[in-house]
């Protein structure tokens, strides 16, 4: 999982935008063990969009940063299938321990841990505001239970285009998948009928990317960009090496930069958009053991280490 690019990182954070962050903080704080970060805020200019009342919490390998939204919470929940900045995944080694903290949390969800055949258990919770964080069970391979950050997730309508550009963006090389579905267990996860997607995985140093493409419900594209102070998850913040080479490579790649963006980005952040219009900050820090960098946290090469181990018992298998 650990990239091999010398420019960018990892996601440092993600943000979620809330109407109530208090009510927020603490349902993450009990349902995943998120801890608050007292260390200071990530470089970012004033004014911004992303300026106001926030609160991050760190799991092991990642950050969330959730922030006051002007607007009132989603009247229904948000259907997977919508394009846009969709979940982060939550992995452990204890599903059940997991399930039932979330539920403990008032977390709701599409249905309980589902078994697809792939090694892991999936279960689509919904937040104490209906925003979804996907829970995977994966086998018990160490004995502490703390939940990691595997995965962010992007529903786009053209998973080609996107999965491409976090690509060549990473400097990695994305796993497709072929058409999945129709199957009546994905149903029980996605909470959609008839679910039919395809998807990618692009390696982003202490995580993944995934990108789904829905073809049953399709996805279609959104008729306008999302602002990060919508309720939902807003931005992700990728820390780089360089935010100079970065922000060229994201240009290159296809990223877009309006002419507000551009007037709040500096020598430490750059504000653009990949090309569904999802806000991306790339972010750099003085030192690579800055309290705020991804180096600094508990085990960020957590989803490294599952990788390697899990590669290890397949090879086992394979020899025996």
């Not at 008032?106 to 309980?112: S, V, Y």
């Not at 690509?167 to 998948?177: E, I, N, V, Y």
């Not at 395809?198 to 594209?221: C, F, H, K, S």
């Not at 991804?294 to 086992?316: E, V």
Request: charged letters at 15%; a negative charge; one cysteine or more.
């Amino acid at each position: 999982m650990e990239t091999s690019d010398s420019v960018f990182i990892g996601v440092n954070h993600i943000g979620l935008t809330v109407a109530d962050i208090e009510a927020c903080a603490r349902f993450y704080a009990t349902a995943a063990g998120l801890v608050a970060t007292a260390g200071r805020e990530p470089h970012a200019p004033t004014p911004s969009p992303l300026d106001g009342e926030c609160q991050f919490l760190r799991s092991l390998n990642a950050r969330l940063r959730i922030m006051k939204s002007t607007s009132a919470p989603n009247a229904t929940p948000r259907p997977v299938s919508e394009a846009g900045i969709t979940h982060v995944c939550l992995q452990s080694t204890r599903m059940e321990s997991l399930y039932r903290q979330f539920q403990a949390a008032g977390a709701t969800f599409h249905a309980p841990p589902v078994d697809l055949g792939t090694g892991f258990l999936y279960s689509y919770a919904r937040d104490v505001e209906a925003n979804v964080v996907e829970l995977e069970g994966t086998a018990p391979v160490w004995d502490d239970p703390t939940p990691w950050i595997a995965h962010v997730s992007f529903t786009s309508p053209d998973v080609d285009r996107l999965s491409t550009f976090y690509a060549t963006l990473l400097g990695q090389t994305a796993t497709r998948s072929p058409r999945i579905g129709p199957y009546p267990k994905l149903d029980l996860v996605s909470g959609l009928a008839g679910t039919e997607f395809m998807a990618a995985w692009i390696p982003a140093g202490n995580m993944q990317i995934e990108v789904i493409r829905y073809l049953q419900p399709p996805t279609l594209a959104r008729s306008h960009p999302p602002s990060p102070n919508e309720p939902g998850y807003s931005y992700v913040c990728f820390e780089v090496a360089d935010v100079a080479v970065a922000a060229a490579r994201a240009r290159d790649a296809g990223a877009t930069h309006s002419p507000e963006m551009a007037l709040e980005s500096g020598l430490t952040h750059h504000f653009c958009a990949d090309p569904d219009g999802n806000l991306l900050l790339l972010m750099s820090f003085e030192s690579a053991h800055d309290d705020f960098s991804i180096n600094a946290l508990p085990d960020p090469h957590i989803a490294s280490r599952l990788l390697a181990l899990r590669t290890a018992t397949k090879q086992k298998a394979l020899q025996s």
